[in-house]
């Protein structure tokens, strides 16, 4: 089989369609898995409630907390399990955010403050939680990357392919955090230890 070749039909900050000619089925799978599975991304970890008398139970607020995406910064840190700390916790592979509101008021995700300003929310205006006149969140939360494997809200984009011809297919990758779909891209081949020729 030839050495495949990416061409980009449509590429922006978190949309890109492109299409690999070089591929069987197989191929073409693994690369979407890979995208979807194999590149970390930055999502919280564990909370730890210091009050919580809004109208939701302590298990609900965590989830949707867990969900919200965050910036996610590759070149600063590193997985857990391959940290030099060996996953014990430190500066390079976990980051601290905190969470304090009191009502009246929506508590929203741009609500969350991190230590490390390049780790927020990816959207300020996702609604956590309304609390009305004295209640009040005050939480304290450690963010770190992860992988899809481990929990989908480590999912660091959407991607989907359709056949063209036997040996070429096309591809839709739509990010969920910062990472352009190139960067997502190239660290799912780095990853597969695939590195393919790109066209513009």
Request: glycine share 6%; aromatic share 8%; hydrophobic share 35%.
């Amino acid at each position: 089989m030839m050495k495949p070749i990416v061409k980009y039909k449509k590429r922006g900050k978190q949309k890109a369609q492109f299409v690999i000619d070089g591929i069987d089925f197989i191929w073409a799978n693994t690369i979407r898995r890979a995208i979807m599975t194999y590149v970390p991304s930055m999502a919280v970890e564990r909370v730890r409630i210091y009050e919580n008398t809004s109208p939701i139970y302590d298990e609900i607020l965590v989830k949707r907390i867990g969900l919200v995406p965050l910036f996610t910064d590759l070149k600063t840190y590193n997985l857990p399990q391959e940290c030099k700390c060996g996953g014990k916790g430190c500066a390079r592979c976990q980051v601290t955010l905190i969470l304090e509101k009191s009502g009246p008021g929506m508590v929203y995700s741009g609500d969350l403050k991190a230590q490390d300003p390049k780790i927020k929310p990816v959207y300020d205006k996702i609604p956590l939680v309304k609390l009305g006149k004295g209640q009040k969140v005050k939480m304290e939360m450690i963010a770190q990357l992860g992988l899809m494997s481990d929990h989908a809200k480590y999912q660091p984009a959407l991607a989907s392919y359709k056949q063209l011809t036997e040996t070429k297919f096309e591809f839709f990758v739509e990010s969920y955090n910062n990472l352009t779909p190139e960067e997502i891209i190239e660290c799912a081949m780095d990853r597969l230890g695939t590195k393919f020729d790109t066209q513009i």
